[in-house]
């Protein structure tokens, strides 16, 4: 089985490598499945970033979601929604690191997950 982090960072390269969207902040958001221990995650964009505002990326015009395009990033994790978003975290934090688009999300004014 292929590792999570390879599996993460191909999604979201095919979405990043011709992304023209001109936004400020991405979001990843997570969605728990009817399946037990399986989530999904899409990728976010947003015009708009303010930092004073903690439901920024829930109350902000979209200017892309990934789920509209049926690009989700679905994956098993045991042990409930904090050891998921433990694992998100991990996969972002990597990606910003040592991924190929990196840049583009590393150039915005926010990166978050929830």
């Known amino acids: 089985m292929e590792d999570i982090n390879i ?3 191909n999604w979201l390269n095919s979405i990043l490598k011709d992304f023209k ?3 400020n902040a991405y979001c990843f958001n ?3 499945e009817k399946a037990h221990c ?3 995650l899409e990728l976010t964009a947003f015009a708009e970033y303010d930092e004073k505002d903690d439901d920024w990326a829930c109350e902000g015009e979209e200017l892309y979601a990934s789920r509209n395009e049926n690009h989700v990033f679905v994956f098993y994790v045991e042990g409930g929604w904090k050891n ?3 694992l998100v ?3 972002i934090e990597e990606y910003l690191k040592n991924g190929k688009y990196s ?3 590393k150039n915005s004014q926010a990166v978050a997950f929830g």
Do not use: P
């Open 84 to 86: 998921c978003l433990h």
């Open 38 to 40: 399986v989530y999904a």
């Open 7 to 9: 599996l993460f960072g």
């Open 21 to 23: 969207i001109d936004s």
């Open 30 to 32: 997570i969605y728990k």
């Open 103 to 105: 840049s583009l999300l």
């Open 89 to 91: 975290g991990s996969l």
